[in-house]
């Protein structure tokens, strides 16, 4: 089994900025792909950014150019750096992972997770 625990989030002002990460422990693979997923209450979950086990990015179109994904496979942790950061961005960030790196970046918005975090709240105020 493996446990994905997230940390950093908070209150920031219009055009501030927070970094976020998302610690494995259990069971990993070094090879998953890990991605950052959103939701605010009364929305469907939304993808944000997602990365591979060597290091590719991928962003959704709202977060790309103020967003940055990275991660430490010796750490087993993934990190968002969020900039310029705007009311839209106020939701719960949820990190979650694959197995073994099976799904493919092209399809990582729509593909199933294997295993989820509790979420940090982020709220951007105007």
């Known amino acids: 089994q493996v446990q994905l625990v997230e940390s950093g989030g908070g209150l920031v002002q219009t055009g501030g900025s927070l970094r976020l990460s998302c610690a494995a422990s259990?069971?990993?693979?070094?090879?998953?792909?890990m991605a950052w997923f959103r939701q605010d209450p009364g929305k469907e979950r939304e993808f944000v950014a997602a990365?591979?086990?060597?290091?590719?990015?991928a962003y959704s179109n709202s977060v790309k150019g103020r967003f940055t994904i990275s991660r430490d496979n010796a750490k087993n942790t993934v990190y968002l750096q969020m900039n310029s950061l705007k009311p839209e961005d106020t939701a719960v960030y949820y990190c979650?992972?694959?197995?073994?790196?099976?799904?493919?970046?092209?399809?990582?918005?729509?593909?199933?997770?294997?295993?989820w975090g509790q979420g940090t709240r982020v709220t951007v105020s105007s």
């Open positions: 259990g069971s990993t693979s070094r090879r998953c792909t």
């Open positions: 979650a992972s694959d197995s073994f790196g099976q799904t493919a970046l092209w399809s990582i918005a729509t593909s199933p997770m294997d295993y």
């Open positions: 990365i591979t086990w060597t290091g590719a990015p």
